[in-house]
């Protein structure tokens, strides 16, 4: 139904996503929300992925994007990716993950873990982060905790000259975390793909 509303032919499609017109065929016939590539095929027919996977909320049609990849990384890494002058390149063996058009190069992708940041985020569902787009208010971002080494994932809540991070699970124990100079930005969160499984 998308791709005939969108006018997009299976051959540019499929040339697009990056898999053969046989396949883009076969996920018609079938249930293409089950498909490894819906986050793809929504991004190139300019379609809400989650309205192509679920058929819930709106379609909302917009301008078709390129798909750009960028690599998953561990959260260790995470920590000094803002830092790194030689970021990967494709090819040189790392995972890499789609994500539409505009993030910047040095941007990466995180597998979520935990329940900290539910109901939005969910353990498993995969973010990108661009450290090159300043943090706001409001923003979700991922921190490097620089006295032990680690990084998380949070809301950033600016008040004044005080700095936190929260939770948006209403349910976590510790919602709130003061933001001391300990602590580096390692990038905003500009998108997410979920884990339907």
């Not at 996503?17 to 016939?29: F, H």
């Not at 991070?165 to 975390?177: C, E, H, M, V």
């Amino acid at each position: 139904m998308a791709r005939g509303v969108t006018g997009t032919s299976q051959a540019d499609l499929a040339e697009c996503v990056g898999i053969t017109t046989a396949a883009i065929s076969n996920l018609e016939v079938r249930d293409a929300g089950t498909s490894r590539h819906s986050f793809e095929i929504a991004v190139c027919l300019g379609v809400d992925p989650n309205w192509l996977v679920t058929g819930n909320g709106s379609m909302n049609l917009r301008a078709p994007k390129q798909i750009v990849e960028v690599p998953l990384i561990s959260w260790v890494q995470a920590g000094d990716w803002a830092e790194t002058n030689d970021p990967y390149v494709p090819g040189d063996g790392q995972e890499w993950v789609p994500c539409p058009s505009g993030v910047s190069k040095s941007g990466f992708a995180l597998t979520v873990t935990g329940e900290s940041m539910e109901p939005d985020f969910k353990d498993g569902d995969v973010i990108v982060v661009d450290p090159e787009i300043k943090p706001r208010h409001g923003d979700n971002v991922v921190v490097r905790l620089h006295s032990d080494n680690t990084s998380t994932f949070k809301r950033l809540v600016i008040e004044g000259e005080q700095t936190y991070l929260r939770a948006i699970n209403p349910n976590w124990p510790s919602p709130i975390i003061e933001v001391q100079g300990d602590a580096t930005i390692s990038g905003v969160v500009v998108s997410r793909t979920s884990n339907f499984r």
